[in-house]
């Protein structure tokens, strides 16, 4: 954990939280190791693992913040992943509908000008319809 290689420092890193796993506590010195690490770096599974297995009130106070800043992180992260979901999915709802009145708005015009009296333009007006109403 020492090391100045970060795949080396990772490979320290990964007992920590097999232990986390396992035992359910780890030594001081590794949480302070994990503190001087930090979250987003070579230590963030065995952090993680640390704060997944390791009962809350066994961690040290710094570790049982993260915790909490993680949940709330998370959970707005998770909502803001939905809103964008809605707004893509709705965008593209009005989208289609826009396109679909403005298919039938040429259509419509097309037939009020009596431009439709030969069969091909007739035919080409139903396939302008047709393909802005199936999509």
Known sequence: ??????YVRQLGFAPAGDMARLYTTLS???YAAMRAEGLGGVAEDAIRDTLT????RQLPWRMRRLTLW????DTVEGRLLRFQDFTEGTREAVKGI?????A???VTLALSRNVT????AAAAAERILSAALCG
């Open 53 to 56: 297995f390791i009962p809350l």
């Open 98 to 102: 826009f396109i679909t009145a403005d």
């Open 104 to 106: 039938r708005r040429q």
């Open 117 to 120: 009296k030969t069969p091909k």
């Open 28 to 30: 001081p010195g590794i």
């Open 1 to 6: 954990m020492r090391s100045l290689d970060p």
């Open 70 to 73: 993680l949940s709330v992180r």
